[in-house]
């Protein structure tokens, strides 16, 4: 597509069950990044792909996240027993190839997640 | 570790002022630093960058950055904004042989008032 694509646009979900955020990067891109924006706390890294593998997962903040990336080219988060903690903006990018951050990232609009 | 700090999360100014929005950052090994900016409902969209070289880099819409390494920072600057600027700010640092994670700070929002 002609740019990174988020899915939902907005969620509110109750405290305990389980999200999924979906991103669809721009076509071709094989690096794709989650990012998650809460209030007051900027951006923080979540995870990277470069194809279907994460070498870098060190953001997922506990177990209850987790992120897959199939066909090299949509790619899930998800969110199991969501807490309130949880509730921020979740942004996904996606870039032409892993190691291209010099180059700029494009940014999905995002999904803003409500846990009440 | 790498952290990136914004004193300001608001900032207001009236038309045709110009505007700096301070940055710190703290590594002790090589980064790149980034500005990006955030218009309402739209992604992340890069501003300007500064990877070596000249310290003083210009960006899109007329913004540019001074690199400083002994105070570790990396202002952004405009002369005269305009309305369309409003705007959230990040400034990012990332690795210098890792550019697939951005350390950014918390943001500092741009309001421009006619």
């Known amino acids: 597509g002609a740019g990174v694509s988020q899915s939902p646009s907005n969620k509110v979900t109750e405290k305990g069950k389980d999200v999924e955020l979906r991103c669809d990067p721009i076509?071709?891109?094989?690096?794709l990044y989650w990012y998650r924006q809460s209030l007051g706390q900027g951006l923080e890294f979540l995870i990277y792909?470069?194809?279907?593998?994460?070498?870098?997962k060190s953001g997922l903040p506990s177990d209850r996240f987790s992120a897959e990336r199939t066909g090299g080219s949509v790619s899930t988060l998800t969110i199991q027993r969501t807490q309130q903690e949880d509730s921020a903006v979740y942004l996904c990018?996606?870039?032409?190839?892993?190691?291209?951050?010099?180059?700029?990232?494009?940014f999905g609009s995002g999904t803003r997640l409500t846990v009440v | 570790a790498q952290s990136v700090t914004q004193l300001d999360s608001q900032v207001p100014v009236f038309e045709e002022a110009p505007v700096e929005l301070r940055c710190n950052y703290s590594?002790?090994?090589?980064?790149?630093l980034f500005w990006y900016v955030q218009y309402p409902n739209q992604g992340l969209q890069l501003l300007l960058k500064?990877?070596?070289?000249?310290?003083l880099v210009k960006g899109i819409n007329g913004f540019e950055a001074e690199f400083n390494k002994s105070q570790t920072s990396f202002h952004l600057r405009k002369p005269s904004v305009h309305i369309s600027d409003t705007a959230e700010y990040f400034c990012?640092?990332?690795?210098?042989?890792?550019?697939?994670?951005?350390?950014f700070g918390t943001g500092t929002r741009l309001q421009v008032f006619p």
């Open positions: 990018a996606s870039n032409k190839d892993r190691g291209r951050g010099t180059y700029g990232y494009t």
């Open positions: 076509s071709g891109h094989t690096a």
């Open positions: 792909f470069q194809g279907n593998s994460a070498p870098d």
């Open positions: 590594s002790s090994v090589s980064v790149y």
């Open positions: 500064y990877l070596s070289g000249s310290t």
């Open positions: 990012a640092v990332s690795l210098s042989y890792n550019t697939d994670k951005l350390i």
